[in-house]
């Protein structure tokens, strides 16, 4: 399975280098080919040559991008990595896959529903929380204000800090065919 690494960014020197952007940890090395493209279907396998940190910032060099105008053609287009090679530091990260198919529980201990979706906003995760009767769902924020975010990888639930009735008015119906 692939997994986003970051966006290409702006390029860095003369060489191809270039920043990765949407990443503030360096690039493991145990990341030896990626795959870089506007979509996942167009992406273009490449080799990585070398990798880096400049202000604070990773940087790649790959076989797609000889140079400068090379590193430039690729701005903007997203890095994809092999899962197997992607480093977790399981005490205080996660992947989104991680948060699929976990049971919530409300403040109370209520049981809320089931993860059925994981949706990447551009200032915070979503969850989309079914009920267990699948006739409606709800869109939560993975945000403090909302959820423990002291859950672990390999769980099984999700804990909330509110009570399910937080969620009371903006619940999705779902039309059964």
């Known amino acids: 399975m692939l997994l986003k690494l970051g966006i290409v960014g702006r390029a860095l020197g003369l060489q191809g280098f270039f920043f990765v952007s949407g990443r503030d940890e360096p690039i493991s090395s145990?990341?030896?080919?990626?795959?870089?493209?506007?979509?996942?279907?167009?992406?273009?396998?490449?080799?990585?040559?070398?990798?880096?940190w400049q202000t604070n910032r990773p940087t790649i060099k790959c076989t797609l991008a000889s140079d400068r105008t090379a590193a430039e053609l690729l701005t903007g287009m997203t890095i994809w990595a092999e899962?197997?090679?992607?480093?977790?530091d399981d005490s205080k990260e996660f992947l989104l896959k991680d948060l699929m198919c976990r049971r919530v529980i409300d403040s109370?201990?209520?049981?809320?529903?089931?993860?059925?979706?994981?949706?990447?906003m551009p200032a915070s995760i979503n969850i989309v929380v079914a009920k267990l009767d699948k006739s409606a769902d709800v869109d939560i924020p993975m945000i403090s204000d909302y959820i423990d975010m002291s859950f672990q990888r390999g769980g099984k639930e999700l804990k909330l800090v509110v009570p399910a009735s937080t969620f009371e008015e903006i619940w999705n119906p779902r039309i059964k065919k």
């Open 30 to 52: 145990s990341i030896v080919t990626v795959k870089i493209g506007r979509t996942l279907e167009s992406a273009r396998e490449t080799k990585v040559i070398t990798h880096g």
């Open 83 to 88: 899962e197997a090679f992607v480093e977790v």
């Open 108 to 120: 109370d201990g209520v049981i809320v529903g089931d993860v059925e979706d994981v949706v990447p």
